[in-house]
């Protein structure tokens, strides 16, 4: 059974950081492209970015919001997504889930519960 | 950027067929692919590449995709498919775009 858990979550100040982690199961992560998604609350779904796999070389792209302040990266050793988050504001108040997906315009196979983030003073 | 704009609700009768459209420039030259939310859970995808459905959603769910707009239809609607739905699509120019969202109301 495929398996995405989110954790890091939490109340972070604006301008702080946060790390959010993504451990998979169930399915040969290696080969996985891996994407986080957020959702705002109350709000619709945004792609944030998204890594390929290392066989696919492994680069990374994003979103137009968060390209220059969020880092996705990838632990193939320990089957985890990782999505660094620098200089946050408000905007960035989201459930954030990490995804899989095959490739560019495939779709979003399995996704994770996801863990909210809240950027507030 | 490349935009998707869907209708904000829908209302359906139990047993009567829901339509849910996805509009976008050209939209039928891409792979729409449709996911269901459900209150404080996470999107679950119904149709994939216009109109292929995972396996375990119902025959009820399916999908077409022409012109300009994208359709996800509900056939026999049941209480269970209140939800929200969201159209998506890769654009070479805007990566992956997720539509507005439609909450379908089961009356």
């Known amino acids: 059974e495929v398996q995405l858990v989110e954790s890091g979550g939490g109340l972070v100040k604006p301008g702080g950081s946060l790390r959010l982690s993504c451990a998979a199961s169930?399915?040969?992560?290696?080969?996985?492209?891996m994407n986080w998604v957020r959702q705002a609350p109350g709000k619709g779904l945004e792609w944030v970015g998204r890594v390929k796999s290392k066989t696919d070389g492994g680069t990374t792209d994003y979103a137009a919001p968060v390209k220059g302040r969020f880092t996705i990266s990838r632990d193939d050793s320990k089957n985890t997504l990782y999505l660094q988050m620098n200089s946050l504001n408000t905007e960035d108040t989201a459930v954030y889930y990490c995804?899989?997906?095959?490739?560019?315009?495939?779709?979003?196979?399995?996704w994770g519960q996801g863990t909210l983030v809240t950027v507030s003073s | 950027s490349y935009v998707l704009t869907q209708p904000p609700s829908v209302s359906v009768a139990p047993g009567k067929t829901a339509r849910i459209t996805c509009g976008g420039n050209n939209i039928g030259s891409k792979s729409v692919h449709w996911y269901q939310q459900k209150p404080g859970q996470a999107p679950v995808v119904v149709v994939h590449d216009d109109s292929d459905r995972p396996s375990g959603i119902p025959e009820r769910f399916s999908g077409s995709n022409s012109g300009n707009t994208a359709t996800l239809t509900i056939s026999r609607v049941e209480a269970g498919d209140e939800a929200d739905y969201y159209c998506q699509v890769w654009d070479i120019t805007s990566d992956h775009v997720f539509g507005t969202g439609t909450k379908v109301t089961v009356l």
């Open positions: 169930g399915f040969t992560f290696n080969s996985a492209w």
């Open positions: 995804t899989t997906s095959k490739w560019l315009r495939g779709n979003f196979d399995y």
